[in-house]
């Protein structure tokens, strides 16, 4: 059943989540799709502003050019304001929304973010939420995926997505697969099943999923690895780069390839690909580069500066860290990149979720995080609190009527104390893993809401080195 959209026409000011940002549209006119008249289910392929030098003139959405839906550069921009040294405020406007920097993202590696509901992370403060590419290619398939919505219809999310290529999670595999200049041969974790990653295919799949940014296909190696290896893996990362955007391009110019027919159960709605034509238009996304090089400076650089003669981008991505080297390694590489990439986009730095790291690296410039640490912690007993990390299992909690952090607004610290939070965890109750997983991803949350506080008040230094000595002070 096609989908009988209606539209209106508003002023810039007037719609919603514009707020007033610069942007390349001088038509005056911001096209909304209003979801109350659609047919399709809730209406989510209508949910999605649509930003464009469109004519004043109301016409069925069938009838719009696939222009419309394509990225433009309305749909992608980033502000700063309030500098501290190299740490600075930030809005990071979406087709989903604004992300105010610096901010954490929720991981939800197979769509959700594990043991959380959205309703839960919403609640939270979460602005952006992570999936990765590698986990839902594999189940349920990119391809499903785009049939049920797309990965914001399809997780109840309304708000900026960000995929993964799900390079880490190949690369990870090293007894499993096989890497080339063409891509990497790997086999299935779940199955067995033999699978090939090439710059093209990923691109295919992550603008099948549909989310805002979506990253290119990368190599990545162990953080201490040597120069010659290193330097090897950032050359073909930036090669695969090129492949990347050659096939981005291509999609968003020719549109996506045709999916198949899915038989639904009698009664239950049409899948969202039964609109070929509409289904055939690519959604509005951002392909972010990532810089590698390891921990040598000079490879950084070169990363940086390879990935900026390619061109311009909506954001860049710092890959490679947390992933074996130490800290002062990891800062010191920060440190090499913050004067090559541009201050005007946002820098996402990958994987990097514990609360010192994420001061330290918005003091060195760095805009996104996500990780898994809070919710792989949070369901094995450990807490983030603003003195370091604390083992809610440990027997001092037996009688401790206290709540778990004093200023942390989350249900695990506003409703429950330690002692029956530790009871939770000796009984095995899964209550207990929930809490903990929420208290951590909005204890991060927070955090990084306190820091644009400061930012925006003057205080970060002041306010950063303060948090900092307070959390190591702890043996």
Known sequence: MACNRSSESMKP??????????????????????????????????????????????????????????????DFSFRTSHDSGSARLGRFTTPHGVVETPAFM?????????????????????????????????????MMVRALGGLHAFTRWDGPMLTDSGGFQVFSLSSLRTVSEEGVVFQS????SKHQYTPESVMRIERNIGADVIMQLDELIAGQAEFAASRAAMD???????QCRVEFDRITRDGRGEAPLYEVPAGAPPMATVDIATDLVPPRQSLFPIIQGGVHPELRVASARGILERGDWDGIAIGGLSVGESKPDMYATLEVVDPVIPRRVPRYMMGVGFPDDLVEAVRRGVDLFDCVAPTRMGRNGTAFTHD??????????????????DDCPCPCCTKYDRAYLRHLFVSEEMLGLRLLSLHNVTFLIHLMNTARAALHDGSFDTWSSNWLARYHARP
């Open 236 to 242: 073909r990362s930036l090669r695969w780069l090129d």
């Open 189 to 192: 974790h779940i199955d067995g």
């Open 388 to 405: 370091g990390k604390v083992q809610i299992r440990k027997s001092t909690f037996r009688l401790d009527r206290r709540p778990l952090v």
């Open 106 to 142: 929720p991981v939800g590696t197979h769509g959700t973010i594990k043991g959380l509901s959205v309703e839960e992370v919403a609640a939270a403060g979460g602005q952006m939420i992570l999936s990765n590419a590698y986990h839902l290619y594999l189940r349920p398939g990119d």
């Open 13 to 74: 000011d007037e719609a919603p989540g514009w707020q007033g940002e610069n942007h390349s549209n001088t038509s005056g006119i911001v096209r909304i799709f209003n979801a109350a008249s659609c047919d399709a289910p809730t209406g989510d392929c209508c949910r999605n502003f649509v930003y464009g030098p469109l004519d004043s003139q109301t016409v069925p959405s069938a009838a719009l050019p696939r222009l419309s839906h394509r990225t433009t550069m309305s």
